[in-house]
């Protein structure tokens, strides 16, 4: 099915250990995003790419790290594990010609002990 | 930067009752607007989206209004069902750039039967 793949959907890490959160997408589209949601609040944007081989911090980009290779991959990379990381990370896309359709996958909740 | 709130949570109705969640937003220029549910366990769906003033989104007999005037987008619904229930985010999007998504904190309902 068309859409943002997100693997793994679960996840329990150590204080230190490192990680990476892949996500896929299928529908050719140029913008993929980064979010993550704490309990009770909003999401709040980590980074975001505008295209293959663009990257940006958003607004709390701090621990973490991305790259763009390809149009389809947008993989988030977490190097030292710290407890305030655990959270559900959301990855989305949007297409060029349709600006408002974005998709979102369906998260990945992470947890560091 | 821009910015949505939102009315603060939780909700609890019973169901038919009329429903409406307050949504308003801090932005330059002329940013779209969107209502995102997230039901339990879920990922985020789009509920409804305006892209400029004075439209109105509805889906699902939910209806919002883009007031330029008032800064607002709030979320109503006549009836509401007890599959209603989820966390309902109001949020936009900047008509520049990477047209980066900006989330309210989150509204969880809950409907009685």
């Known amino acids: 099915n068309a859409g943002v793949t997100q693997t793994p959907k679960f996840r329990i890490l150590k204080i230190g250990q490192s990680m990476t959160l892949q996500c896929a997408q299928d529908m050719n589209h140029n913008y993929m995003y980064w979010y993550r949601q704490d309990p009770g609040m909003g999401l709040k944007l980590i980074y975001y790419s505008v295209g293959a081989g663009i990257t940006d911090k958003g607004e709390v980009p701090n621990g973490y790290n991305v790259s763009r290779s390809t149009t389809e991959d947008f993989p988030l990379r977490l190097e030292l594990a710290a407890p305030s990381q655990t959270s559900v990370y959301f990855c989305?896309?949007?297409?060029?010609?349709?600006?408002?359709?974005?998709?979102f996958g369906s998260g990945t909740r992470l947890t560091v002990v | 930067g821009d910015s949505v709130t939102q009315m603060e949570g939780p909700v609890t109705l019973s169901e038919e009752a009329f429903l409406t969640i307050n949504c308003t937003y801090t932005?330059?220029?002329?940013?779209?607007l969107f209502w995102y549910v997230q039901y339990p366990g879920e990922g985020l769906q789009l509920l409804l989206k305006?892209?400029?003033?004075?439209d109105k989104g509805s889906n699902k007999g939910f209806e919002a209004t883009y007031r330029k005037e008032t800064t607002s987008f709030h979320l109503e619904k006549g009836s509401v069902q007890v599959s209603d229930s989820a966390v309902y985010f109001c949020a936009l999007s900047g008509d520049q750039g990477a047209q980066k998504l900006v989330f309210g904190q989150g509204t969880r309902l809950t409907i009685n039967p």
């Open positions: 305006a892209t400029k003033a004075d």
């Open positions: 989305a896309s949007r297409g060029t010609g349709n600006s408002y359709g974005y998709t």
């Open positions: 932005a330059t220029g002329y940013p779209s």
